[in-house]
């Protein structure tokens, strides 16, 4: 119990208590999995069954890298600054409302996308703006995680197509050689 009422100085006389500093962020974590459960249990199914999607496995731990590498090497990323919290909270309130409406229609690719941007709200209240602006790109490199329904094996080929047709009329106009 003393860790839960000493104070860890934060610079400028303000003082952040180890419930703020280690206990809250725990919390966070242990409701923001509880809470998304469901939609981890269908990513799982889907990157072991998906040949397409069997990279989503590695796109985790690789952000969580990320992240962690980004906090460690730079000294303007501040955990706690606090400033942000309100943003944060439209953007958890709005994503969590979307989250439970997608689920509740079984639109797991969408509820994944939602959980994202849970995610981002809770690093935004938890960490403030500088935090959630130092470490946006290891959570926006959390969608590549996310299986999208129109890539499978009937539509893959079509999508290959489309993604070169611009390449071959920029060819044929002469545009590229």
Known sequence: MLLIVRSIDIGRGMKRSALQTIWLPIFAAIGFFALTFPVWRWLWSEWMSNEYYSHGILILPVALFLAVQRIRNDPRLNYGSGAGALFG?????????????????????????????????????????????????????????????????????????????????????????
């Not at 935090?131 to 890539?151: D, E, K, N, Q, S």
């Open 89 to 177: 909270l439209l953007l958890l309130l709005g994503a969590g409302a979307l989250y439970v409406f997608f689920l509740q229609n079984k639109a797991y690719y969408l509820a994944s996308f939602a959980m994202i941007g849970i995610l981002a709200g809770l690093l935004w209240i938890l960490g403030g703006t500088s935090f959630i602006r130092g470490l946006i790109f290891p959570v926006l490199f959390l969608t590549l995680m996310v299986p999208l329904p129109a890539v499978d094996r009937v539509t893959l080929p079509w999508l290959c197509s489309q993604a070169f047709a611009p390449v071959d009329w920029c060819r044929c106009l002469g545009w590229m050689s």
